[in-house]
């Protein structure tokens, strides 16, 4: 539990980039377990000293934001997040800033505040609750957490109705050629004992999709939301836990990520990230198989079941 959530009310949040610089430091603020480390605060200090122009930039933006006490609750790591690899190997220091900086701005200006901060809680904002086979009920989530903020800023999730996770996607909101770009720089699914045999119940409860497929259609409707011009994510080679520092951290990646972004029509690019389709592929009814039709439907249909509740969490769509 943060010390945060529980000294808040005799903590105020400092005013300032300069006085969160100085307070994160001296460890008369902290938002997190970590932040008590006089380890974790000097090597941040020295750190924001070789890039002294980025981390302000870092810590204007948050001081500043309307939802800034639930910013650094759930995100306590953001005001260091450029002082190491993220996202992916690719992204340099400048980017990285960039980066976080485009997300915020684009996400705060198209959600309202109180979706922002839902997404921010520990219930995430609810994109859709589905109704699958037998009764079975899933929903699925815009949810941020610093459990994955190497990997990106958001992550779209599939959770049953136990609040067990199925699958989830992680990323991040920049500019990339004068485009409004989604970086993915993360893919989940279940790794305990039963993980391989929830997955294959919950396949069958939502009509043969895979709970990744169906987390990433997800995505993808709710970047086109946003006005999204291009997907990248991130191959095998670009995952973050591949910088050195993160190194004894690949054992954690149990997902194939470019075996997926190829079966979901992903296009590898001599950058080392894949170009996911905008729109995501479905077969022609007419082509399918007359015996699978029926289930087809259905799966289609549950797709633009979960298309239009994103539609009226997001945008107000009726």
Not at 37 to 59: E, I, N, Q
Not at 84 to 105: D, E, F, K, M, W
Request: charged content about 20%; glycine content about 6%.
């Amino acid at each position: 539990m943060s010390l945060l959530s529980t000294q808040f009310t005799a903590m105020p949040l400092p005013d300032s980039p300069v006085h969160l610089f100085l307070s994160l430091a001296k460890g008369t603020f902290t938002p997190h377990d970590f932040w008590l480390s006089p380890h974790f605060r000097f090597k941040f200090f020295l750190r924001s000293l070789l890039m002294p122009v980025k981390t302000y930039r870092l810590l204007k933006m948050l001081t500043a934001h309307p939802a800034y006490y639930e910013l650094i609750l759930n995100q306590p790591r953001l005001p260091c997040r450029i002082q190491r690899p993220y996202l992916s190997t690719a992204l340099n220091n400048q980017q990285r800033v960039n980066a976080i900086l485009c997300h915020y701005q684009t996400l705060t200006t198209f959600l309202s505040l109180e979706a922002f901060k839902k997404h921010l809680g520990a219930d995430g904002l609810m994109l859709s609750d589905i109704n699958g086979k037998n009764d079975r009920r899933f929903v699925i989530q815009l949810t941020s957490t610093h459990r994955l903020d190497k990997e990106g800023e958001c992550s779209v999730m599939l959770n049953s109705d136990r609040g067990q996770m199925l699958a989830e996607i992680t990323f991040t909101l920049c500019q990339q050629q004068g485009k409004l770009t989604m970086i993915v720089g993360g893919l989940q699914g279940p790794n305990d004992a039963d993980a391989q045999a929830r997955v294959q119940q919950a396949t069958k409860s939502l009509h043969g999709l895979f709970p990744k497929r169906l987390v990433l259609d997800a995505l993808t409707h709710f970047a086109s939301r946003l006005g999204v011009q291009a997907i990248y994510a991130v191959s095998n080679e670009r995952h973050v836990y591949q910088s050195l520092r993160y190194k004894n951290r690949t054992k954690y990646m149990h997902a194939d990520y470019n075996a997926f972004w190829t079966l979901a029509g992903g296009v590898k690019m001599a950058s080392g990230f894949y170009s996911l389709p905008l729109i995501p592929h479905q077969k022609v009814l007419d082509k399918v198989a007359s015996k699978k039709r029926a289930e087809y439907r259905r799966r289609y249909a549950l797709l633009d079941d979960i298309r239009q509740q994103i539609d009226r969490s997001v945008c107000g769509i009726v």
